[in-house]
Nanobody, 120 residues
Framework: QAQLVESGGGLVQAGGSLRLSCVPS????????IGWFRQAPGNYREFVAA????????DYGDSVKGRFTITRDNAKNAVYLQMNNLKLEDTAVYYC?????????????WGQGTQVTVSS
């Protein structure tokens, strides 16, 4: 079954950085938009960032603008989320997802998630 696989999560101190990766398993998603979402315990799933298939359109959630950057390398079938100046409230499970476009944030294929924990 086609899916996405996230990696790069871990424990980091506040103010630090992490880079998450998202790669496909079972098929290529090079013509799909890719989005990142996160969910903390007791919270709704939150949109983080998204990038179009050719990287000409990106979108970010208000809480991460200026700190997170989404990029993709279609030659490597990978999408990255560079997270800088991490805050305690960034602690969550981060999921990547694939869909037809950035706008609307409607994504069809999902990964299993990777945990990001920011400590003080």
């Amino acid at each position: 079954q086609a899916q996405l696989v996230e990696s790069g999560g871990g424990l980091v101190q506040a103010g630090g950085s992490l880079r998450l990766s998202c790669v496909p398993s079972g098929r290529t998603f090079s013509t799909y938009a890719i989005g990142w979402f996160r969910q903390a315990p007791g919270n709704y799933r939150e949109f983080v960032a998204a990038i179009s298939w050719n990287s000409d359109h990106t979108d970010y959630g208000d809480s991460v603008k200026g700190r997170f950057t989404i990029t993709r390398d279609n030659a490597k079938n990978a999408v990255y989320l560079q997270m800088n100046n991490l805050k305690l409230e960034d602690t969550a499970v981060y999921y990547c997802a694939a869909g037809p476009k950035v706008t609307g944030h409607e994504f069809t294929y999902w990964g299993q998630g990777t945990q990001v924990t920011v400590s003080s």
